[in-house]
């Protein structure tokens, strides 16, 4: 599986950013999808997960209420519709494929086998 990411840019405090993660490959569909950020300085964080039918999402308790995962197996995407953005969302933004699907695993990077090439989000204040 291959994935691309796109959608980042620079937004106000308060604005909104979609993110999209595009996949090749035909078993898209069977992977569970997640979305990472890594700040200047930090490890690399989850903010959240999608299993592989849409049914469940999960996400970090700092961007609960604000961020939404979505995704469409028919066109091999996954997204990441940010609203009420803040500074410290400020991040580069990576999109990962995890076979396993498990949910309790899905906040750990080594779950995931596939990465996205990252897309910066910066927020100003």
């Known amino acids: 599986v291959q994935l691309q990411a796109s959608g980042g840019g620079l937004v106000q405090a308060g604005g909104s950013l979609r993110l999209s993660c595009a996949a090749s490959g035909r078993t898209f569909s069977s992977y569970a999808m997640g979305w990472f950020r890594q700040a200047p300085g930090k490890e690399r964080g989850f903010v959240a997960t999608?299993?592989?039918?849409?049914?469940?999402?999960y996400y970090v308790d700092s961007v609960k209420g604000r961020f939404i995962i979505s995704r469409d197996n028919a066109k091999n995407t996954v997204n990441l519709q940010m609203n009420s953005l803040k500074a410290e969302d400020t991040a580069v933004y990576y999109c990962?494929?995890?076979?396993?699907?498990?949910?309790?695993?899905?906040?750990?990077?080594?779950?995931?086998?596939?990465w996205g090439q990252g897309t910066q989000v910066t927020v100003s204040s």
């Open positions: 999608i299993n592989w039918s849409g049914s469940s999402t």
């Open positions: 990962a494929a995890d076979r396993r699907g498990r949910l309790d695993l899905a906040g750990s990077t080594g779950e995931y086998e596939y």
